[in-house]
């Protein structure tokens, strides 16, 4: 940590890795090493993916389930992302399927779905994820951070405590949001959003701390550029140099109010989910 300047009670990061599955191991192993020296400990979220593309099972993944149950009682918050990850569905109107497709990857599982299907995946998704880490989920992040009307209509049916999209936290029971600003992330799909990626972690870590609260997500993918590995270490522990390190369930109450756009309009960096 830097040790240059004292954090800022007032200003928070809240720290994530994406897509933790048992198709990732190794990956995670590294971020979640790298980022647990960082921070000085496990001070970081898990969003975990019940069943990567079909061809990852966690409940069939006993080793690496304890592996989560023992993040978990180390104070990893713990979230539910998705149930394959992988976008299968149909989308209605041309915006939704421009959206999925070209935005994504194709990783917008929870875009196109019914309010039926989507709560079917997440109460089973969210059984499997209990089940492995022997404690409630912290919440529910859908892939990509997109949400149909099917996902949102779910969310509060399944009265998750938490949800975020790529421009806010919020409380589904009330739709009170808790933190409001972009996720500093990067891309590792493609040289053009590996170099955009870079350039916004930059100014991220150059930019005065305006927002109250600043998220910060990894992937897997990111392990396979060594320039996207410096470039986490450096934004985290710039930030955390500057900011009180949060978990979610910490976060105060509404943060400037409700209002403004609709959540889950926003456009998602490209090729991140
Ligand atoms: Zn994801």
Redesign the pocket.
């Given at each position: 940590m830097t040790a240059a300047t004292t954090p800022l009670p007032d200003r928070r990061l809240v720290v994530s890795i994406?897509?933790v599955s048992p198709a990732f191991e190794d990956s995670i192993d590294r971020l979640a090493d790298m980022i647990g020296d960082i921070l000085g400990g496990p001070r970081f979220a898990m969003?975990v993916?019940p069943d990567h593309w079909g061809a990852a099972p966690l409940d069939r993944a006993p080793a690496f389930a304890r592996r989560l149950r023992g993040w978990a009682g180390a104070g990893v918050e713990m979230f539910l992302?998705?149930w394959f990850?992988r976008d299968t569905s149909d989308h209605r109107g041309a915006g939704a399927a421009i959206k999925a497709r070209y935005m994504t990857a194709g990783?917008g599982e929870f875009l196109g779905l019914s309010a039926d299907e989507a709560e079917f995946r997440m109460r089973r998704g969210r059984d499997v994820v209990e089940q492995a880490i022997g404690e409630p989920v912290a919440g529910f992040?859908a892939?990509?951070w997109l949400y149909g009307a099917g996902a949102m209509t779910a969310l509060k049916a399944c009265d998750f405590a938490l949800a975020e999209d790529h421009f806010r936290v919020w409380r589904p029971a009330t739709g009170a949001v808790v933190a409001r600003g972009p996720v500093v992330t990067w891309a590792s799909r493609s040289p053009a959003r590996t170099a955009s990626s870079l350039a916004v972690a930059a100014a991220a870590r150059a930019l005065p701390d305006w927002l109250p609260t600043l998220r910060v997500a990894v992937?897997p993918g990111d392990v396979t550029k060594e320039s996207l590995m410096t470039s986490i270490d450096r934004t985290i522990r710039s930030l955390s140099g500057r900011r009180t390190v949060a978990r979610y369930a910490d976060l105060p109450g509404v943060e400037g109010g409700r209002g403004g756009s609709p959540i889950g309009s926003g456009l998602v960096p490209e090729g991140v989910?």
């Open positions: 994406h897509d969003l993916v992302h998705g990850h990783e992040v892939p990509a992937h989910s």
